[in-house]
Every structure is written in C-alpha cells, then in structure tokens.
C-alpha cells in the first residue's frame, strides 16, 4: 500500500457567502459562487453566513439546491466538511461551515451568541497531518457587530486556542466584523494568532464593502505555521458574488 505523502503547504480560503443571494438579495447565485470558489483551487474553504436549510426559499426559487448549500458547495472536491449551526428561525438556518480535502476527525461549534443579540459561532475543526503526530485545528469565526459584543467573542475564541495542543498547528478565519481594529492585539496577546496580511503588509485587508472594500472585517491568523502570497481574490469575478471580499493564504506547516 502506498504511503501518504505529508502535508507541508495548504491553501486557505474565508468567504462570506451571503446565504447564497448578491447584496440586497436581489438574486440567487449559489451556482455561480460554487464555480468560482472551485476556481481558487483552496484545500479548506471557511463560509460564513452560509445556509443549512430554508424550507421557503426551497420551494420558491429556482435552482435551489436539494441539499445544504454547504454540501452544495463541497460537491465532488471537498469530500469533508462540517457545520455550525448559529442562526436558527422559523423558516430554517443558516452558520459557519469548513470544507476540506483532508479528513476531519472531530469538531465542534461553539455557541458565542450574547443573549437577545446576533445569534454567532466558532466552528473548530481538527485535520490530522499525514506522516506526522500533530493536527491542524481549524476555527471559523463569525464574530458580532457591536465592539463590546466582540470583545467578549475573542476572549472565548483566545480561550478555546489556548486549550489546543501547544505544538499543533492552527489557522482561524472568517469574518471578524472588527471595524474598529481592536482584533489584532487581543488575540496575540492573550493567545498567539499572528494576522497574516498585518505580518506580510502591516495591516488587515480591506474587504468591506466587496464593490469598493473600505473595512478591514474578515481576517486569517495562524499560530504555529507560517504563511505565504496572502492575498485578496480579485474582485472581477466575485464583484457580485459576495458583500464581502473573499481573502485566501498558503499556509506553510
């Protein structure tokens, strides 16, 4: 039986996906945010905002997926993946999803809603490396919109990493919702996530609004790894596709 080879590089891509409509929701595109999604070539993708079941819109718009827009997305190319669910309504649900090409062994989401608040989660998964004795643990994160609301988020999120294997590999993205830039020197003080445009460009990338990005919202830290070409997907193609600008990282192990 041939061996596995070891993993030592991975690309990362965090993209909001807007529960599969263009800003507005003024038109279903799930079909076309799967294609370009494949396009990047990612080995672990982290959704935020993507939908797990709407009993309404199944019935009413054309195209809709039989499955979770998760599995949609996964397809044939990421044969693991898993969900969180956060947002939970009559009509159905939606929360964070990871999808990978590498087996995931466990996970878990975890609930950081502020009670009477935006219903939001940290969806933590655990990859084991080949030919080797550690794992990558991967969270997905979508964090509040009000600054004491997050502050309280990346404490539980600084929390869960500091509970992580010391020497184990690990990668958080997803969307931050940190305007106020307050994100960065939490997390590397109180648990080691370095950001990794700020380590390649000084500062976040812009994201927000995805038509003419002026806000740094969604983010990629690392701790234990390093990480190469961080840049953000042209937004040619994903003008329409997103809110939110999607940001992809080659994570080197």
């Given at each position: 039986?041939?061996?596995?080879?070891?993993?030592?590089?991975?690309?990362?891509?965090?993209?909001?996906?807007?529960?599969?409509?263009?800003?507005?929701?003024?038109?279903?595109?799930?079909?076309?945010?799967?294609?370009?999604?494949?396009?990047?070539?990612?080995?672990?993708?982290?959704?935020?905002?993507?939908?797990?079941?709407?009993?309404?819109?199944?019935?009413?718009?054309?195209?809709?997926?039989?499955?979770?827009?998760y599995e949609?997305?996964?397809?044939?190319?990421?044969?693991?993946?898993?969900?969180?669910?956060?947002?939970?309504?009559?009509?159905?649900?939606?929360?964070?999803?990871?999808?990978?090409?590498?087996?995931?062994?466990?996970?878990?989401?975890?609930?950081?809603?502020?009670?009477?608040?935006?219903?939001?989660?940290?969806?933590?998964?655990?990859?084991?490396?080949?030919?080797?004795?550690?794992?990558?643990?991967?969270?997905?994160?979508?964090?509040?919109?009000?600054?004491?609301?997050?502050?309280?988020?990346?404490?539980?999120?600084?929390?869960?990493?500091?509970?992580?294997?010391?020497?184990?590999?690990?990668?958080?993205?997803?969307?931050?919702?940190?305007?106020?830039?307050?994100?960065?020197?939490?997390?590397?003080?109180?648990?080691?996530?370095?950001?990794?445009?700020?380590?390649?460009?000084?500062?976040?990338?812009?994201?927000?609004?995805?038509?003419?990005?002026?806000?740094?919202?969604?983010?990629?830290y690392i701790?234990?790894?390093?990480?190469?070409?961080?840049?953000?997907?042209?937004?040619?193609?994903?003008?329409?596709?997103?809110?939110?600008?999607?940001?992809?990282?080659?994570?080197?192990?």
């Amino acid at each position: 039986m041939a061996q596995t080879a070891a993993v030592r590089a991975l690309k990362l891509l965090t993209i909001n996906t807007h529960k599969g409509f263009t800003t507005f929701n003024r038109r279903f595109i799930l079909p076309e945010l799967r294609n370009a999604v494949r396009q990047v070539g990612a080995d672990i993708v982290c959704l935020q905002e993507v939908m797990g079941a709407h009993q309404v819109h199944a019935l009413r718009i054309s195209g809709w997926p039989q499955t979770s827009h998760y599995e949609y997305l996964a397809d044939t190319v990421w044969r693991s993946y898993v969900y969180g669910r956060n947002a939970v309504y009559p009509e159905g649900h939606h929360g964070n999803a990871v999808l990978s090409r590498y087996p995931i062994r466990q996970f878990k989401n975890i609930d950081v809603s502020i009670n009477g608040h935006e219903q939001r989660g940290l969806l933590w998964c655990q990859i084991p490396l080949p030919e080797t004795d550690k794992c990558l643990h991967v969270v997905c994160v979508h964090l509040g919109l009000q600054e004491k609301h997050r502050q309280r988020q990346l404490h539980q999120l600084a929390h869960l990493i500091n509970h992580l294997p010391q020497r184990d590999p690990v990668v958080v993205a997803g969307d931050f919702n940190d305007w106020r830039g307050r994100a960065n020197h939490v997390l590397r003080d109180a648990c080691g996530l370095d950001e990794v445009f700020t380590r390649a460009r000084g500062r976040p990338a812009r994201t927000f609004p995805a038509a003419f990005p002026l806000l740094r919202l969604d983010r990629i830290y690392i701790k234990n790894a390093s990480a190469s070409t961080p840049s953000v997907i042209p937004l040619r193609r994903w003008r329409h596709l997103s809110d939110h600008a999607p940001l992809a990282v080659e994570i080197l192990l």
